[in-house]
C-alpha cells in the first residue's frame, strides 16, 4: 500500500502562483511515477504532469507547458507541481496520484490516489 498526502492549493487571482506537494509513504519502492492529475466540475479527471519517482524523467499536458513545472525530491518520496500563470479555467480538484508504469497519461493505469486539493482561480 502506498499513502498519499496532499498539500498547497487554495483560492488565487489570474497571474498568481501556486506549489502543489504530494509526500508518499509506505511501500514507496512499488511507485514508478507520481502524477498530477485535475478534476473540474463536470469534467473529467485529466492529466496535468508526471515524473519518474527518481526524477530523471518528467511530462506535461500540452495546455501547462511553460506554466506548470513538477519536479520531484526522491530522498522525500514527494513530487511538487509548482503553477505559475494561473488562469480560471485551471480552477480544479489537484490530484496527485501514484502508477506503477513508466509514462503513463492515463488515470486508470496509476493505483494510490491523494485525498484531493481545491485550486480555485478568480479573474
Known amino acids: 500500500q502506498v499513502q498519499l498526502a496532499q498539500s498547497g492549493g487554495g483560492l488565487v487571482q489570474a497571474g498568481d502562483s501556486l506549489r502543489l506537494s504530494c509526500a508518499a509513504s509506505?511501500?514507496?519502492?512499488?511507485?514508478?511515477?507520481m502524477g498530477w492529475f485535475r478534476q473540474a466540475p463536470g469534467k473529467e479527471r485529466e492529466f496535468v504532469a508526471a515524473?519518474?519517482?527518481?526524477?530523471?524523467?518528467?511530462f506535461h499536458a500540452d495546455f501547462v507547458k511553460g506554466r506548470f513545472t513538477i519536479s520531484g525530491d526522491s530522498a522525500k518520496n514527494t513530487a511538487y507541481l509548482q503553477m505559475n500563470g494561473l488562469k480560471p479555467e485551471d480552477t480544479a480538484v489537484y490530484y496527485c496520484?501514484?502508477?506503477?508504469?513508466?509514462?503513463?497519461?492515463?488515470?486508470?493505469?496509476?493505483?494510490?490516489w491523494g485525498q484531493g486539493t481545491q485550486v480555485t482561480v478568480s479573474s
Open positions: 496520484a501514484t502508477s506503477t508504469q513508466a509514462t503513463s497519461r492515463s488515470a486508470s493505469t496509476y493505483n494510490y
Open positions: 509506505g511501500r514507496t519502492s512499488s511507485i514508478n511515477v
Open positions: 515524473i519518474r519517482r527518481i526524477g530523471d524523467f518528467a
